[in-house]
Nanobody
Framework: QVQLQESGGGSVQSGGSLRLSCTSS????????MAWFRQAPGKEREGVAN??????TTYTTFVKDRFTISRDAKNTLWLQMNDLKPEDTAMYLC?????????????????WGQGTQVTVSS
């Protein structure tokens, strides 16, 4: 059972930056897809960015050119968030799916962290 733990959230002003991380309690095969999702109160969970088993990254339109997803040699997943906006306020969750390819369908990710809160004030 893969257990994921996010950290790095907090409160920042509009235009600020945060760097989120996601670590795994067990070895997460490097060829697995890893992703960041977010969920704001009263809204559905939505994809933010993902990195597939070959290191290819994708971003959703509302974060492209502001956020950067990466993972390091220890398979820690990162999300560098710059130029944050109030609409980025949400709980950010990392997820893993045991396949090489990625998508933005939450139901296809069997492993989730508890999330880390990001709050951006104007």
């Amino acid at each position: 059972q893969v257990q994921l733990q996010e950290s790095g959230g907090g409160s920042v002003q509009s235009g600020g930056s945060l760097r989120l991380s996601c670590t795994s309690s067990e070895y997460t095969y490097r060829r697995y897809c890893m992703a960041w999702f977010r969920q704001a109160p009263g809204k559905e969970r939505e994809g933010v960015a993902n990195i597939d088993g070959y290191g290819q990254t994708t971003y959703t339109t509302f974060v492209k050119d502001r956020f950067t997803i990466s993972r390091d040699a220890k398979n820690t997943l990162w999300l560098q968030m710059n130029d944050l906006k109030p609409e980025d306020t949400a709980m950010y969750l990392c997820a893993v799916r045991p396949w090489t390819d990625c998508n933005y369908s939450p139901g296809t990710y069997p492993y989730w962290g508890q999330g880390t809160q990001v709050t951006v004030s104007s």
